[in-house]
């Protein structure tokens, strides 16, 4: 069974950093694209960051590119998101996603297993 677990959200002030984990078990991540999501409170889930299974180049939105760093570490089955320079527009509940083996994640369509999300407020 796919369990996908995020851990290190929480409240912090504008321009505070903080880092996001990921935790897979059940599969083999180094064969999943894994990405994350995340959804302001009253909007829809919007795809942030994708990395490729073999930790090639991620992407970024553009929303959160110059901020935001997404990586992985394969042996550990774990991915990271990186936050610096945290915006109030950056609260939102942030979301663990992994896609068919060998595959890409354009949209939530494409996200297999999801985590259960972890919450992030961003102060003015």
């Known amino acids: 069974q796919v369990q996908l677990v995020e851990s290190g959200g929480g409240l912090v002030q504008a321009g505070d950093s903080m880092r996001l984990s990921c935790a897979a078990s059940?599969?083999?991540?180094?064969?999943?694209?894994m990405a994350w999501f995340r959804q302001p409170p009253g909007k829809e889930r919007e795809l942030i960051a994708r990395?490729?299974?073999?930790?090639?180049?991620?992407w970024l939105t553009n929303s959160v590119k110059g901020r935001f760093a997404i990586s992985r570490d394969n042996a550990k089955n774990l991915m990271y998101l990186e936050m610096n320079s945290l915006k109030p527009e950056d609260t939102a509940t942030y979301y663990c996603t992994s896609s068919k083996p060998f595959q890409g994640i354009w949209s939530a369509a494409d996200a297999v297993d999801w985590g259960q999300g972890t919450q992030v407020t961003v102060s003015a």
């Open positions: 990395i490729p299974w073999n930790g090639g180049s991620g």
């Open positions: 059940g599969i083999n991540a180094s064969i999943h694209t």
